[in-house]
């Protein structure tokens, strides 16, 4: 039997493995990978057998229960299984579904941590998520809803943080400014959209609550992390060039 | 003039360092470090001077005035200057306040984020923060309180999310359960408090905040991160032996 290593890829960018995750992918025998690790990532796994099982919001997905089944295969085939999953794999990452399937089966597992994609984002713009005498706490959070789910499971938390990093919530922004301002967050709150964070490709676009809920931001291509908060007020002295870029992008569109 | 980067180091084992980082500190000319940096990592800067300008709860800390004027010297004498911090740098690392410093002077500067603490205590404890249908906001939150500051400061984001990773906690762990438990969580919500993640000493406690608020935990020797939240109750039937062991310490201490 062999050991499956849950493993975080890290934003993006593919320097922002750790060296732990790189000698284990080295080391892979079958790696199964989320839809967006970065080519050159996926390269360090030399030897393995490499099995895209990743899901996309709004693209053809893999069923978790396949996802399960692929593992305890692999786990029974090969010595060294890699389960690579983008940012952090305790974050947003279900890691624990798979886990538990593996613990059921009496597999060894072991989870290596990644940099999650809000902290990126937040490294990408300069802007420190907590600041002495401004942010002490940082909510992270996804707002998006299955069956069932309302605001009400994801509106505490958000209301009650001064920061706030929000996961796949870009093509439900405007509603999500709407809940936040109706909840008491000031409309004037800043607010930085930041799309496939520490990659070449990456857009920001820097914008408020009140603008937010009055205009949805465009449609973006890569995953979105967006924050929320008065933190991010700087970013406007510091002008990042490319917020003005995207600013410019929507005035002319 | 030269550049400063302000890397996060990571939790603590030197091989969850990111391989951007790593590359920084071989090319690093100088290297102002935090106090708990692992010196497996400050080895990797060959051919940089290594200054020390750590703090530390209760022990003697550097003036953060100091830093600033150390990191302006060191931009002023080397081109590629390491600000390197523990964890990541946009999570409770003081950042901010460098960064403004920084560019102020018109110093450029960069970003290199880490994984931060409390993800990589999840790893550890093989438990996801988030997890389908019983968490889906994850606070994380510092509520080391200065002069004139209250738990009304970081309680909201605490009772609003599913699942809340604290920082700098340890030593007010009975204050901090007693304070939740007030504002409702139920008593019974389970704590883990992980000493030094993912390093050879690390220390696991597991409990709940009925039994924190009633005695408060042994003293710990490296920085602490405390996690609350339903999705650590599985840890009981997991069993983990450090925790055992940690609970049996307690016991017979």
Avoid: N
């Avoid at 967006?36 to 990532?41: E, I, K, M, Q, W």
């Avoid at 886990?99 to 290596?112: C, K, N, R, S």
């Amino acid at each position: 039997m062999g050991k499956v290593y849950l493993v975080g890829a890290g934003p993006g960018a593919p320097d922002l493995l750790t060296l732990r995750a790189a000698r284990l992918l080295e080391a892979a025998d079958i790696v199964l990978h989320d839809a967006l690790v970065h080519p050159d990532t996926l390269a360090l796994a030399k030897k393995a057998r490499l099995i895209d099982v990743g899901k996309r919001y709004g693209k053809v997905s893999t069923e978790q229960r396949f996802i399960h089944r692929a593992l305890l295969f692999a786990a029974r085939k090969y010595e060294v299984v890699v389960r690579l999953k983008g940012g952090d794999p305790m974050l947003f990452g279900r890691a624990q579904e798979e886990l538990d399937a593996l613990a059921a089966a009496g597999i060894e597992t072991e989870v290596v941590p990644g940099v999650t994609a809000a902290l990126a984002a937040a490294a990408q713009l300069r802007v420190s998520l907590t600041r002495r005498g401004l942010a002490r706490t940082v909510a992270f959070l996804t707002p998006r809803v299955g069956s069932g789910e309302t605001a009400s499971e994801w509106l505490p938390a958000a209301l009650g943080a001064d920061s706030v990093a929000l996961y796949m919530a870009a093509g439900a922004a405007s509603g999500i400014a709407a809940a936040l301002i109706e909840g008491g967050k000031p409309a004037a709150t800043p607010v930085a959209l930041v799309e496939s964070a520490t990659l070449g490709c990456e857009r920001r676009l820097f914008t408020t609550l009140a603008a937010l809920r009055a205009e949805a931001p465009p449609a973006a291509a890569g995953p979105v992390v967006m924050l929320v908060g008065e933190v991010l007020r700087d970013c406007e002295s510091v002008a990042l060039p490319a917020f003005a870029e995207m600013a410019d992008s929507i005035r002319s569109a």
